[in-house]
């Protein structure tokens, strides 16, 4: 009950809103600055330098007790301004198979001077750090394991530093809504996609694969970059892409049903490998889940969109 | 691009930065402490270092446990305590060290580095010279810059990446720190009773005197006492300091008599001259006063009593600043009738120590004709061959005032004065040693004689008949300069720079000397010696006489306000983000209200692309948009605008509503 009290009167003070339209840009009311415990620690250590100095009457104790004293004072506004008027946006969030480390992007850059040291972290997990120049953006990626398929969110994003010295820590909150596409894991167990899923085809003919030179056709979004007419496109022809021709006898369809497997999740990661198997040896295939049908193609976007039905896969209900 | 992910870690390079500090800071002490303290601080700073550089393991508990021990073990052997400075100070520098070997996370940096600000500050129990001052200074730089290293986390900072920062901040906190230092309200005492020793050794004179006691007290300029007198100040040969009388002798050490009531004859015959003045005395751990020769016994300060020898005693140690007034006879004769009892007293000493000294005391008795010869060829003996210098060489402890008169012949006040007195004696004219302080330095501003423990003096009373009690200053003979004009003067020319001087036919070097004088002196008046006092006098001479802490507090928060946000504001004005070009600022206003209504612009987005997809997505918007965009387009990138054109552009973008 208190856990729920004390999180929504940091809700409240905090500002938590909607998902911001980036760029987002930090701006005075939208930092927040503590002492840290180092901070404390220091106070406490003035103090006690102030009693000493009272007490043995030490004057340059004084002056040593107050000149740390306002470099705490000092130090807070400096620390405040390692963080202000910093511009984010959100920056590459690439997806992933089950299992493997996810990165949840964002991009900073400072209008005036370097910032050092400033870190950025989701909830109670470790902060990745960089320096944010004024030549470059600085990109953080914030490294999560992505252990579930589907939709991998990254919610609200701390961005905080604690520089120069340490004694304040000064944050703001954002949050992009970062998501990341979690693909199923792939098992290997599945083997090769089931051979009577093939349809035959007439032998002989040439299909698209990437054995031997075919032809150029105009370019499509998605194909991949070897495969791309350098050499025309330098000839200043229009952007074109090689196909080439392997002796193929079947047409592939990955279908759910073929994959027997005990649940759903270990469907999903059958399928998963087959596609990616497929797409390894330049088959054209298609994929045929309940409620959903891929029809057969090839190349980097048609891999995406199926890997992206199988994480989004909701066991076809609508 | 960088972009680590790490916690806080220890990097070798930023535990190698706080070693440093801490050698820096600790050095110092080291200097004046025994040699083992050394020896042990420096090794575990050295196994620190190793650890950190080879990355092996740190000691155990039990190795750590077992060194504090016995750290703390050889304190207590060194100085038969652990409590006061001394002893204190060297406990804390060998826990400092300990604390280093067992440094494994942030924190515990952290508490190492607030460990050695408190080093800083025993610095300071010690001296408050302008030097030590400047090179504490930079310890506290270099231990500002390991914090910015230990938090510059996933990169390793360059020496000036630490280093200007540190000193950037050290800046700016420099006028709230003078504000502070002006303003605090200085007390009037300590919060509680200090540890006795805790002026051990450096301060204050001792009921014991010999050869090197007060040549080590000279090289101290923490003030003994400061006076105010009423009407003019006597001449500067007259400022006799009487403090502890020493009539019994050993052979080597002079002693407060323990027989306290030796009937030394103390009836004044004569009294003139009167002078009245109000002393502020240091606090001294002892129970002596200090007046002019010879005290008024109608003005003896409240609650002290004047003995027979003419030393003012209080009943108990003086353990805070207190100030009397009393009055002196600077012309005076007294204790004609000196008892029998006295007269034996005067005139002990030992047969067998100094023998040579013994001999030539009585050579001056058998061919004096009288009392006057003997005094006159002492003079001229002393006259002769002797050197005045702080660095005496060291004498055969048995026989120290023959190794003084017949081999090194260098030596301090208290070589004379013993000597002299014991030369005396031997030729049977009764002598005791007086020590206290002669002269001071008169201060131009509030004209107050500022008497220091470098001012530390002792000298001689004989006996004569149909006269009394009678000061000869031995180190007058000497060194008249000595009683002329003050330690430095006698020294400056023989002890400080002797050769450099010598060739300084411009006086340039002579002038730089008393430059850095003077400066040390203003040093001492209105910084280290800027106490509840000094406080008052400042805002005085502001025209704010008899201030008190209310007010002050009242005026330290004004300040701080104040030159808190002047502070700020420099800080913080400076670099606030350039305003947006006009047209600029009005797109980027236009931008946001459609991607508030979901038609966000992407960031590779050009103006015109961005045009053709809001008029797809929302045709009923288009005209609008297009005439914006254009409007954009030709303000930024095409001919420019007009002030007019631009106001029309802003007032479209205000205008415009996506719905």
Sequence with gaps: ?318 | MRSVALSPHLDVRNVMWLLAAMVFVVAPHLLRMPYWVSIFFLAIVAWRAWIAWAAIHFPGRLVTAALTIAAAIATYFEYRRIVGREAGVTLLVAMAALKLLEMKTQREVVLSIYLGFFLVLTNFLFSQTIPLGIYMLACVWIFVGTMVGFNRVGSSPTLTQRLRPAGALLVQALPLMVAFFILFPRASGPLWALPTDSRSGATGLSDSMKPGSISNLIKSDAIAFRVQFEGDRPQYSSLYWRGPVLADFDGAAWKVAEDQNVPWGDAYARREKPVTYTVTLEPHFKRWLFALDVPAKSQIPRGATLRPDLQLMTSADIRERRRYETTSFLDYRYGETLSERGRRAALQFDENRNPRTVALGRQWRREAADEAQVLQKAFTYFNREFTYTLEPPLLDPRNPYDAFLFETKQGFCEHYAGSFALAMRAAGIPARVVTGYQGGEVNQINNELVVRQADAHAWVEIWLRDRGWLRVDPTAAVSPLRVEGGVNAALGPIGMLPSLIAADPMGLLANMRDAWRAMNSQWDAWVVGYSIDRQRQFFAQLGFPDVDWRTLGFWLMAATILVGSAVSVGLLVRDRPRRDEPSLAAWNRFCAKLAAAGLARAAHEGPLDYLRRVEAAQPSWAPQVSDITSRYVRARYGEGATREELRELARRVRDFRAA
């Design chain 1, 1 to 318: 009950m208190f856990a729920g009290l004390r999180q929504s009167i940091s809700d409240w003070i905090f500002r938590a809103t909607a998902p911001e339209v980036p760029p987002v840009t930090l701006v005075q009311r939208r930092i927040f600055i503590l002492p840290t415990r180092q901070g404390y620690t220091f106070g406490f250590t003035t103090l006690v330098l102030l009693i000493a100095s009272i007490n043995y009457a030490l004057s340059l104790g004084f002056v040593l007790t107050f000149t740390l004293m306002s470099m705490a004072g000092v130090a807070m506004l400096h620390t405040w301004r390692n963080l202000a008027h910093l511009k984010l946006r959100p920056g590459r969030c690439d997806p992933v198979f089950a299992g493997q480390t996810a990165h949840f992007g964002v991009n900073v850059e400072t209008p005036a001077q370097t910032r050092f040291s400033v870190a950025v972290r989701r909830t109670d997990e470790q902060p990745v750090y960089a320096d944010v120049s004024v030549a470059e953006t600085a990109s953080i990626a914030l490294p999560v394991v992505a252990a579930k398929r589907g939709v991998m969110r990254c919610g609200r994003l701390e961005i905080f530093t604690r520089y120069p010295i340490g004694l304040f820590h000064a944050w703001s909150y954002v949050d992009f809504d970062l998501r990341v596409v979690v693909y199923p894991r792939p098992d290997p167990s599945a083997g090769m996609p089931p051979a009577h899923s093939r349809s035959l085809t007439e032998e002989g003919i040439p299909v698209p694969g990437d054995e031997e030179f075919h032809m150029l056709r105009p370019y499509r979004p998605g194909d991949a970059p070897k495969l791309i007419a350098w050499k025309a496109l330098a000839r200043e022809q229009e952007l074109l892409t090689k196909e080439f021709s392997a002796m193929a006898s079947s047409e592939l369809w990955i279908d759910w049903e073929e994959a027997r497997a005990l649940d759903v999740e270990a469907r999903l990661s059958m399928l998963c490998h087959w596609v990616m198997v497929a797409d390894r040896f330049g088959q054209s295939y298609g994929l045929r889940l309940p409620g959903l049908a891929i029809a057969p193609s090839r190349g980097d976007a048609h891999r995406t969109r199926c890997l992206e039905a199988l994480a989004l896969f909701n066991g076809g209900r609508p």
